[in-house]
């Protein structure tokens, strides 16, 4: 066999090895030319570090009242920015030490750190886990001013470009001193001088070791360990990063077991008022308003802070104990002056009165009289109480009792449900429905008949907008809360109030407000009055679940409920109570600098003026008294009146001086009560009705609990 000569080529496989050792030699230094050229290009775009400190990070907006003043700040919250040798050493030591152990070492990115990210890909491959640990401090400030929170390969590998061009143009200290001025730590504050003000309520200059700790262990998830989100969590992040310190060497034992995360106080978060209820419904409205998604806004809006903090005690002091509260008030052009969406926005940020759903009672009737207005009815007009029945349901009157003939006046200001049955079925459920539908009413209506009763579950801004249109004379309101928003001082929207859409003939309007004004002054509504005309209409459902008043004065309409949120019964409470008493306690103040706005109506009133226990002196006089033509006692041993033209005697037949005589309730009565001059012309302005007699069927007497349906 021969033998292989000292200069014979070695085999094809080393020859081969070799060259593509080589070929990979040139291409690593190709690379590492490229990568090379690409950092320095990139260090060439970079902005100054001045440019740095002053870029954004999100956007920020500002809520405005009506007055201007700012009542809500959202988004990013920053700090004082502190310089690298005004930050404390135990706040950089902290936050090295937890988030990049060789910061002064690496060059932008860390191998180590990297092979260690490669080895937990490999452990956790398969399981969905997103691997973190890779990126250093100089890699999290190149995200947070330059890209997205995107995980792909993508931007982490332009991460990684960004972190070696940063290292080649700015010093450790300037990329520390950006990393804690702008890093996130939640609740919306960036940097550490807004985390010291939010969860110590100090400047980051004075931060403590226990504080740097915890501030430090917010980082790697601020949700998670936020210390007024979860105290025992944000403690035990604390206690690793104490660990890190002493293990790098930045405190000595003595230090780290003397530090304390425990006894941190922490600074009482502020108290969100009802304010909150308001902002909560109007800003989410910008999504559809603006485009507007970088730069920071300012927001101005139609809240009335006056009439807010009268709205929430009005709720606070009237809503029944157990129960909720709601209230919105709408001015003349749909303005949302005021909205409480419960009794405490810290307890609950459900928002009752824009999104809760509930059943509205005989508040729903005044869709039943505009339509049946609308259909030529008029508020004389006379329909008969008596039993009812429609395909087996037959609703009766809170009273339990039915009082015979009564105009459609009297039938509303006291909400006897057998005659709005009777409107409801004269001109169809259907349109019934239709006409709430107009006014704004935007949930399912069913048209059973029932549903004159109020038994279709609407919303309280949706029935406040319904009024508030009808005191608009028929011109359809839409509830708005933002009037413009600028950004960077540059008008970017407006709002156009749109005055043209016609819900109702004026006069079916007008018609209407006479129906409402009738029901608050000699009807369920009494305790609505405020001494200036007020229009509205109380509700109450079955079980006392719901009460309601609704109704406006001095162009300013608003809307009130009160309940349970689980629906159950509340004793006592009904339309004309607790609400009509906290619309009152609210629309006192609220329109007290208004003009007084007389209705285009004259207040009318109704067949009956008195209330249950003072009906009792209708009918028979089995209780020793008479009563003249306005209801009211004539002293025993006279005989009641039979011409008003008459001259009143006493029980020895003497005239009764006019002093003496019992008020007549009659439009000037009325007129003195209003503080309104007469109409001019009018000398002896007719009665209005007070029958001498009473109605054949209407009882003799009636307890006190036998009040009207509210």
Do not use: C
Request: net charge neutral.
């Amino acid at each position: 066999m021969a033998r292989r000569s000292p200069t014979s080529s070695p085999p094809i496989w080393r020859r081969r090895l070799t060259l593509m050792l080589r070929i990979a030699g040139v291409l690593a230094v190709l690379g590492l030319i490229g990568l090379v050229v690409a950092v320095y290009v990139q260090r060439a775009q970079l902005p100054s570090f001045e440019e740095m400190k002053s870029s954004p990070n999100g956007q920020m907006i500002r809520v405005h009242a009506a007055d201007g003043t700012v009542i809500v700040s959202m988004g990013p919250s920053y700090g004082e920015w502190l310089s690298y040798d005004k930050i404390p050493p135990v706040m950089r030591d902290a936050m090295v030490a937890v988030e990049d152990r060789r910061f002064r070492s690496h060059i932008g990115i860390d191998p180590i750190g990297l092979l260690r990210s490669a080895k937990l890909v490999i452990v956790n491959r398969g399981s969905g886990r997103r691997i973190q640990g890779a990126s250093t401090i100089t890699q999290q400030v190149a995200r947070t001013i330059f890209l997205s929170n995107k995980y792909d390969v993508g931007r982490k590998s332009r991460e990684a470009l960004l972190a070696l061009a940063m290292e080649r143009k700015f010093t450790k200290d300037q990329i520390l001193e950006l990393y804690l001025n702008k890093v996130y730590f939640g609740g919306g504050a960036y940097g550490i001088d807004a985390a010291a003000r939010k969860f110590f309520g100090h400047g980051a200059d004075k931060l403590t070791l226990s504080e740097a700790a915890v501030i430090a262990g917010l980082v790697k998830a601020p949700s998670r360990y936020s210390p007024t989100a979860d105290a025992e969590a944000a403690v035990g992040r604390a206690g690793v990063v104490i660990q890190l310190m002493q293990e790098t060497g930045k405190i000595t034992a003595a230090e780290a077991a003397t530090a304390d995360p425990k006894s941190v106080a922490l600074a009482p978060e502020p108290k969100q008022n009802s304010v909150r209820y308001f902002t909560d419904w109007a800003l989410p409205q910008l999504e559809l308003l603006i485009d507007e998604t970088s730069r920071p806004l300012e927001v101005w809006t139609t809240l009335d802070l006056n009439m807010q903090r009268d709205a929430d005690a009005a709720i606070r002091a009237n809503a029944p104990k157990n129960a909720q509260g709601a209230l919105v008030a709408i001015d003349r052009d749909g303005a949302v002056r005021a909205m409480v969406g419960g009794k405490d926005y810290v307890s609950s940020i459900y928002n009752r009165a824009t999104q809760a759903v509930r059943q509205p009672g005989s508040a729903f009737k005044l869709f039943v009289y505009l339509a049946a207005l609308e259909a030529g009815h008029k508020p004389e007009d006379t329909l008969v109480d008596e039993p009812v029945t429609i395909n087996g349901w037959s609703p009766r009157n809170s009273s339990g009792a039915n009082r015979g003939e009564m105009t459609l006046r009297t039938a509303f200001a006291y909400s006897v449900n057998t005659i709005a049955t009777k409107l409801g079925q004269q001109v169809g459920f259907a349109t019934v429905a239709d006409m709430a539908r107009r006014f704004g009413i935007t949930t399912k209506i069913d048209t059973h008949p029932a549903m004159v009763l109020g038994t279709s579950d609407v919303r309280l801004i949706d029935m406040t907008r319904a009024f508030a249109s009808v005191a608009n004379k028929g011109v359809a309101v839409t509830p708005y809360g933002i009037t413009k928003v600028t950004a960077n001082g540059e008008t970017i929207y407006a709002q156009q109030v749109d005055r043209s859409h016609v819900l109702v003939a004026p006069y079916v309007a007008a018609q209407m407000t006479d129906l409402l004004q009738t029901a608050v002054n000699t009807g369920t509504g009494k305790a609505a009055q405020i001494g200036r005309p007020v229009a509205g209409k109380t509700g109450t459902t079955s079980s006392n679940k719901d009460g309601w008043f609704l109704g406006f004065s001095s162009g300013l309409t608003t809307g009130v409920w009160m309940g349970r949120d689980d629906a159950q019964t509340v004793p006592g409470l009904q339309g004309g109570t607790a609400p009509a008493r906290a619309f009152a306690a609210f629309m006192k103040p609220a329109v007290a600098n208004r003009p007084v706005e007389q209705f285009e109506t004259q207040v009318t009133l109704p067949e009956w003026q008195l209330e249950p226990d003072q009906e009792s002196y209708f009918g028979e006089p089995d209780n020793g008294m008479f009563v003249d033509e306005n209801g009211n006692p004539v002293p025993q041993g006279t005989t009641a009146p039979s011409d008003a033209g008459q001259p009143q005697v006493d029980a020895d037949g003497n005239p009764v001086p006019q002093a003496a005589r019992p008020e007549r309730l009659d439009q000037d009565w009325m007129d003195q009560v209003l503080g309104r001059t007469p109409p001019p012309g009018r000398q002896a302005p007719p009665r209005e009705r007070a029958p001498a007699a009473p109605p054949p069927d209407r009882p003799a007497e009636r307890s006190q609990d036998s009040r009207p349906t509210q």
